[in-house]
């Protein structure tokens, strides 16, 4: 326990040298919680889970919920929240980002409805293939706009 709360303090002096406007320990040394702002309407929190093994799972939860998955060091996390961070800051410049946040919400909602969908009914084959499809085509129609889409500048 005296390691990963050594590990803590780690990874919170370094964030705090980034910028975090707030870090929260939770539990002892085991759970985090840090956010930065960026405007008044606009901050990234995040949710650090500190392991007995001084491993990390990380998630993003907002302005939009994404899981990170794990970390093996407290290096890795710092350079990951880093470059997360620097992208929030960079992406801020695009006159859409705020319609950005509002899709990035309605995909979390989809999520949402998608699994009570799963986990209440019993979905046909037929059904299942057409979400999937869909789904597909979404990722490809993506792809294809972020191909054909200029880098923000700052």
């Known amino acids: 326990m005296i390691t990963t709360s050594f590990s803590g303090d780690l990874i919170g002096t370094a964030l705090r040298q980034l910028g975090a406007s707030e870090i929260r320990e939770i539990r002892n040394g085991i759970l985090y919680i840090i ?10 929190v995040y949710v650090l889970d500190v392991t007995k ?11 939009y919920p994404m ?8 290096g ?4 990951f929240i880093e470059r997360d961070i620097q992208k929030f800051e960079n992406a801020t410049h695009s006159h859409n980002f705020k319609q950005f946040l509002e899709i990035a919400d309605g995909v979390t909602r989809l999520s ?3 699994e009570l969908l799963f986990l209440e009914r019993n979905v046909s084959k037929e059904n ?6 869909h789904i597909s085509e979404t990722v490809e129609k993506l792809k294809a706009i972020r191909d054909d889409s200029p880098k923000i500048q700052k």
């Open 35 to 44: 956010r930065f702002e960026f405007a008044e309407d606009l901050h990234v």
């Open 53 to 63: 093994k001084d491993k990390y799972f990380l998630q993003r939860v907002s302005p």
């Open 67 to 74: 899981s990170h998955g794990r970390f093996s060091s407290a």
């Open 76 to 79: 890795e996390v710092v350079q």
């Open 112 to 114: 949402h409805a998608m």
């Open 128 to 133: 299942m293939d057409k979400i999937s499809n």
